[in-house]
């Protein structure tokens, strides 16, 4: 069967002015619901009270309503007596006032004569504590207007208002049909590629949060039948309809050539990437969205455009997300073809914001999870330098962000640990890692962008770890050195070492499938100080120029058969299952500016480090020596 083609490659702007265009107006369906059931609903129309609140003169306190005028004498040291039935009644707080009374004494400023009479020592002005008919509401009073979403306190003063029923725009009922013979349900007993489908509970998810009502059909396989049979059927039953996977140009990439035979297809292939294979079609005038099967590139669509559908269906307007200016940490590459997406972390690093750039593969899924902003990177750029002052759209609030600490430098699962940990002690603090090396971390450093760099760096000269790196790249910068732990580098290897790897020159004479770590790190720089060391040319090596940036990255190579043997951290061979050979020991420390040292935050990191349920968490994963942990050395 032969590929399909991309129909067209519209700028995003341009292909949903095209699409809702073809779509037309759309006929927004209303019904009538219960005051109390219509919280995020949206009003159709303006509500207005029906009654006043309060309805009658009421009293705001406990105490006697009686007339102001026999109180204006009444002093400390002429207390007036007041008379029940003849000068008074006794009220509580809600009670109506009776229509001859005109004004309320609080229980607290009476002195009880006997059963029938009491003495006030101070006078009382006309409607004192009495809350006239419509203080808080009155009659035919606009308590909230149309196309606004309901929130629990209008709820109650609706009700108040004797508004006790509205009408609001239908929820849209939306369509996600997931599709493709590799795709199971989660909890099915995986073979080798089986995927298993998430993306249609994300889908359904954010349906939901935004207001419309998610109807996610069964997992459609990559049949051309039974695709149209679901869209069909989907047509009739929603509103709109979304069919996740199958909007490539691979040769089981039905969705296009289905859309087409039963509606009309408007739009196949925007240029912004990731989520570029996207189609806009229409079927029995209902909207339907072909929607990428990578999750980077479905989160993007779902955000962009399905979205803002379902906001039209509910008469909203969509909300542009907050927009701050941040530094980027990295250079960010890109092409003149797309508007591009980039998913960032951020920090204040003094007084500056950084942005450090995310794995960018639309596969990533964690990028989205770790993301606290987007940058776009419009398609006349090529690409952007580091130390470029770029706007970044915020994923989270701003104060979280300020309370982050940055954390950028070498890899190990003890990060993760460390920023678990700093968030349970103190919810306010949170730790962001970026993952480029000790190397990279270094140079982070040297240009202000992070707060934290853990390093590993040996000196291949005198053996020494971290201390020559700093002295020699960091020499104009006050740094100090937080100790985290020694641990045991090796190789990483399959259950009972089955290619019996022992030492470096097993990775030439054995001919294995070798992974690496990337260029600047502190384990790539180990194996190259010991293949210098055995004069092992780094080009004998099979798999020396294939790269991974974490140590369960190289770690989860091996474990799936993608690679013989890789050199990483003890804990990432257990946490995967693997054997490991030993092959040094080495320090693992924390490089950080002293000012940075009297940061609360930091001293709350430091205060985890030495804790004893840091502690706990590295004799599971094993592998470590935490004896100086946390000491600083200056």
């Not at 700028?11 to 369906?29: R, S, Y």
């Not at 004569?113 to 009495?130: G, L, R, T």
């Not at 949060?209 to 049949?223: C, H, L, M, S, Y």
Request: proline residues 4%; contains cysteine.
């Amino acid at each position: 069967m032969s590929q399909n083609i991309y129909l067209s490659n519209m700028e995003l702007k341009d292909a949903i002015a095209v699409f809702m265009d073809k779509l037309g107006k759309l006929h927004l369906q209303k019904e009538t619901i219960k005051t109390w059931d219509g919280v995020d609903r949206v009003t159709v129309s303006p509500i207005y009270s029906k009654i006043s609140s309060p309805h009658y003169n009421a009293s705001a306190m406990d105490g006697i309503a009686t007339f102001s005028e026999k109180t204006f004498e009444a002093s400390d040291r002429n207390q007036v007596v007041l008379e029940e039935g003849k000068d008074y009644v006794v009220v509580d707080t809600g009670d109506p006032i009776p229509s001859e009374f005109d004004c309320v004494i609080m229980i607290e400023d009476l002195i009880k004569v006997d059963e029938n009479k009491v003495k006030i020592y101070k006078s009382a002005i006309p409607w004192q504590n009495i809350r006239p008919i419509g203080e808080d509401i009155i009659e035919n009073q606009l308590i909230i207007p149309s196309n606004h979403k309901v929130r629990p306190v209008d709820i109650g003063a609706m009700l108040a208002g004797s508004v006790n029923d509205i009408e609001v725009y239908k929820k849209p009922i939306v369509a996600v049909i997931p599709t493709g013979t590799e795709l199971v349900e989660p909890g099915t007993d995986l073979k080798v590629g089986d995927i298993i489908d998430f993306n249609s509970r994300v889908f359904s998810s954010q349906v939901n949060q935004w207001g419309g009502e998610a109807k996610r059909f069964d997992i459609v396989k990559d049949n051309y039948d039974e695709i149209k049979e679901t869209l069909i059927k989907a047509s009739k039953e929603c509103d709109i309809i979304l069919i996740n996977a199958g909007s490539s140009a691979g040769r089981e990439d039905f969705t296009s050539k289905v859309i087409e035979e039963l509606g009309e297809v408007i739009v196949h292939g925007v240029a912004i990437k990731p989520g570029k294979p996207v189609i806009l079609g229409i079927i029995n005038d209902k909207p339907v969205i072909g929607i990428p099967g990578y999750p980077v590139s479905a989160y993007f669509i779902m955000e962009l455009i399905v979205k803002g559908l379902i906001n039209l269906y509910q008469g909203l307007e969509e909300k542009d997300l907050k927009t701050v200016t941040a530094i980027l940490s990295k250079r960010v590459m890109s092409s003149l073809k797309y508007l591009e997406f980039i998913r960032v972390k951020l920090g204040y690093v003094g007084d500056k914001l950084i942005a450090t750039p995310l794995t960018r593969g639309a596969g990533a899924t964690m990028s989205l999870v770790r993301a606290d902003g987007i940058l776009e990177v419009s398609q006349n750029i090529e690409g952007l330098e580091a130390g470029s002052e770029v706007n970044i759209k915020l994923l989270k609030e701003e104060e979280e962000i300020k309370n982050t600490i940055v954390c950028i430098g070498s890899h190990d699962p003890i990060i993760d640990v460390l920023s678990d940990l700093i968030h349970i002690k103190n919810k306010k603090y949170y730790l962001s890692s970026a993952h480029v090396g000790s190397m990279g971390g270094i140079m982070a450093l040297k240009s202000g962008e992070t707060h934290i760099a853990p390093i590993h760096l040996l000196d291949m000269d005198t053996g020494e770890y971290n201390k020559s790196y700093i002295e020699k790249y960091l020499k104009d910068k006050n740094i100090a050195l937080i100790k985290g732990v020694k641990r045991i580098q090796g190789f990483m290897v399959s259950k009972d070492n089955p290619l019996q790897i022992k030492d470096f020159k097993d990775l030439v004479d054995k001919k294995v499938r070798f992974i690496n770590r990337q260029r600047g790190s502190g384990t790539r720089l180990l194996l190259d100080y010991n293949l210098k060391n055995l004069n092992i040319n780094p080009r004998d090596i099979m798999g020396y120029d294939r790269e991974e940036f974490t140590h369960l990255s190289v770690a989860g190579a091996v474990a799936s058969g993608n690679a013989d043997v890789g050199l990483g951290v003890y804990s990432a061979a257990v946490m995967m299952g693997l054997d490991f050979i030993p092959v040094c020991n080495e320090e693992y420390d924390i490089a950080i500016p002293k000012e940075y040292l009297q940061m609360d935050i930091v001293t709350e990191l430091i205060k985890v480090l030495t804790s004893k349920e840091f502690k706990d968490e590295l004799d599971k994963l094993g592998g470590y020596d935490y004896s100086d942990t946390g000491t600083i050395l200056e």
